[in-house]
DNA sequence: CCAACCGTAACACCGTTAGTTACATTAAGC
DNA sequence: GCTTAATGTAACTAACGGTGTTACGGTTGG
């Protein structure tokens, strides 16, 4: 794939956390939802807790629970917590210094990418949890398992 | 790598062009000023072509020039002709429809990527390749080879 | 004609991601 | 205490996309 889903499963996975309503959830239950395996809900979980998100209870009836009210939880918030570092693909962009164009073009690139990546985390800020269980919310009307 | 560096190559490529200023300039002078095969140049330039960015001459003595005024071509032009259509990594992401979070989800995620996508082109729309011919200006005096 | 150049196919290599198995650790409930 | 259910993480595999490279056919100026 060109991309990778981590931040769209993320997305999926504090919405069904939300969906749940403050209950205790098992890796397995969101992996169902997302239709896939509990140790990849697992790894994305793991960044989410550090980012305080999440909140985790290890042990039996243990599992994952939001760690804030829905409307202090933007699509952003997200997004930071699940995606590493964006590099725009300047990581591997080494250009040739010795030519006036490859000497100044990473700086010049450096500084667009920073206000690219600002506008489209900015639309991201304006989308919160809330907004997104509302969504949800008609075809929810109690905490059900799938 | 995280991502590719497709646009960064291309923006690079363009603003060569720009520097040497309406020359027939052969993908082996680009390629020495990004560090990369000729090829790979080549085939980026392919389909800033075909978005009518540049202009290419087959033959010798043929090359490659800039088929627009410099303050017409802005980065989100060469972002769309660099970048295949955005996927956000919902290419892989099949959630599981029987569950009510799973069904809806991914609706609601498509409408917050296409937001998104659009915060950042809104920014990338804002330079222009003549801003950044600009910022390259103090230090390209004639149109020198590397 | 020939030398230079584009256009594109074919291929190998590498890094990333998703998926999977396995196992140590933790804690609730009896 | 023992059992059971759960997290946390390491290790491995498979698949995929991107880059770099060679090769070669087509085109054109001199």
Redo the contacts with the bound molecule.
Sequence with gaps: ??G???FA?SVHILAYLAYRQGAA????EIAASVD?????I??L??GL?KAGLVH?????????SLAAPLDQITLRDIYRAAE?APTH?MA?FAPNTKCPVGAKIEAILHTAFVKAQAGMEAELALVTLASIHEQLRPVCPGSKKP
Tied chains: 1, 2.
């Design positions: 794939m060109t990778n889903s981590r499963v959830v098992p890796s397995a896939t395996n509990p140790v990849v697992r790894r979980l793991s807790v985790t209870q290890k042990g039996a009836s243990g599992g994952f590493p693909g591997h």
